[in-house]
């Protein structure tokens, strides 16, 4: 099985909520999960993280709606993007299809992916919410 290193928190990806970084934060744990040496059903983990990804995005939006963030819209076409590329994997998953190779593809994409969100919250609407 593919052990790749396991994220961090740091603090540079507080985004100055700490409903947001909470949530960022239970996002890293259950990728890490996905990402880690332990035994775990793939599936079971994955649908685990949509049901998280769907709360975080409708808590994320919500809040940028209330602080008047200029760029809400960019960032629902960017979730949306995300969600539907999830929910494909998942789907290879449910359908019995899930192989090493995708499993990797698939862990390697959601570190990137969160990572990069993260960051990219902590920069753009952080400075929003002083
Ligand atoms: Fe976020």
Known sequence: MTNLATMEWKANFSVGDTKMDD???????LINQLCGEDEIDVRE????????????????????????????????????????????QLETYRNGGGSDTIRERVQN??????????????????????
């Open 45 to 88: 983990v994955l649908e685990k993280l949509q049901e998280y990804v769907d709360i975080h995005f409708r808590d994320e939006e919500a809040l940028l709606e209330k602080i008047g963030y200029p760029d809400l819209d960019k960032q629902k076409v960017e979730h949306e993007t995300f969600a539907k590329w999830f929910d494909e």
């Open 23 to 29: 949530q960022h934060k239970g996002l890293i744990a």
């Open 109 to 130: 994409y959601l570190r990137t992916w969160w990572i990069k969100h993260i960051l990219f919250s902590a920069k753009a609407y952080a400075s929003y919410l002083k």
